[in-house]
């Protein structure tokens, strides 16, 4: 018996085995979870997802572009039918075309801006909005966050920037949803090599960056986000909500 047994959650953000949401997905199994499951409407991200997910037997696999309001109906309505409640979601979604994040910020384009904004933050209150009629009191919601979002961090340009808004709607939301026992929380990770961080210039001095400078001398491990994935969505942070957690190897309290 796990500590999620009887528990029911929604997975937004699998891309392959290296996504941060994999990691919490594999946490989350461990401890007895049920899980249903979203992916980008492409057959190559299906069959992606499909291969790892089919395993788990989930009664909800659906394509969801978060840009898209009819895509997000559609998921939480199968959700509803299929389990008729949600204890949990995770939200760890982000994009940027590669080719603005290469320039600098300044240069950014106003369309390239409000895209970026649309699936790295917005995102996060639109399905948190379709999410909450099906929360039952006690639930959470966790999103995925950077430092990048708090200081200045050359290369991250524009994604920096969504996710201060990223982390900031956490907090409205925290407000919005805490009167019905729903809580709202962020992690922010150390540099992991996924699909998404390919994008971000310099990426790869992030990482070696992080390790010189962080307290523990390395970077976090993916077992290790599931694991503050596990904290959040579970009653062991029960009186937590609004906060951002740095899963970081201490780099962020470090001035250097
Ligand atoms: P990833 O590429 O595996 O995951 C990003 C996900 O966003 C993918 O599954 C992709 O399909 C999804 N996505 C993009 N556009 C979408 C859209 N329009 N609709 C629905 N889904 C869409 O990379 P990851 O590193 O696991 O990223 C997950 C989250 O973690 C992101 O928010 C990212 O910014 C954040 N993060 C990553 C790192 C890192 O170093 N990798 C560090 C801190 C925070």
Redesign the pocket.
């Known amino acids: 018996m796990g500590m999620f047994t009887g528990k029911i959650g929604l997975v937004?953000?699998?891309?392959?085995d290296?996504?941060?949401?994999?990691a919490m997905t594999e946490s989350l199994v461990r401890e007895g979870a049920e899980l249903a499951f979203?992916?980008?409407p492409s057959p190559s991200?299906e069959r992606r997802v499909r291969q790892l997910v089919d395993p788990l037997g989930p009664k909800v696999l659906l394509p969801?572009?978060?840009?898209k309001d009819e895509?997000i109906a559609k998921v939480f309505k199968a959700v509803q039918d299929a389990y008729g409640r949600l204890d949990f979601l995770v939200?760890?979604?982000?994009?940027a075309p590669p080719q603005e994040l290469r320039k600098p910020y300044i240069e950014c384009s106003r369309e390239g801006w409000h895209l970026a904004m649309d699936?790295?933050a917005y995102?996060l209150v639109a399905v948190s909005r379709a999410a909450a009629p099906l929360m039952p009191e006690g639930s959470a919601i966790v999103?995925?966050?950077?430092?990048g979002g708090e200081k200045v961090m050359p290369g991250y340009n524009m994604?920096g920037v969504c996710?201060a808004a990223?982390e900031h709607s956490m907090r409205y939301l925290a407000w919005d949803l805490g009167r019905k026992g729903i809580r709202v929380n962020a992690i922010?990770?150390?540099?992991?090599?996924?699909?998404?961080?390919a994008g971000?210039s310099g990426?790869d001095e992030m990482?070696e960056h992080a390790v010189r400078k962080s307290c523990l001398g390395r970077n976090v491990d993916p077992e290790e986000l599931g694991k503050a994935g596990l904290y959040f969505l579970s009653d062991f942070s029960n009186g937590v909500t609004g906060e951002v957690l740095h899963v970081d190897c201490g780099y962020s309290i470090v001035g250097l």
């Open positions: 937004m953000g699998i891309a392959n290296r996504s941060i949401a994999w979203t992916h980008l991200s969801c572009d978060v840009q895509d939200h760890s979604i982000a994009f699936i790295s995102s999103t995925i966050s950077y430092f994604m996710k990223l922010s990770a150390g540099p992991m090599r996924t699909l998404s961080s971000v990426f990482r």
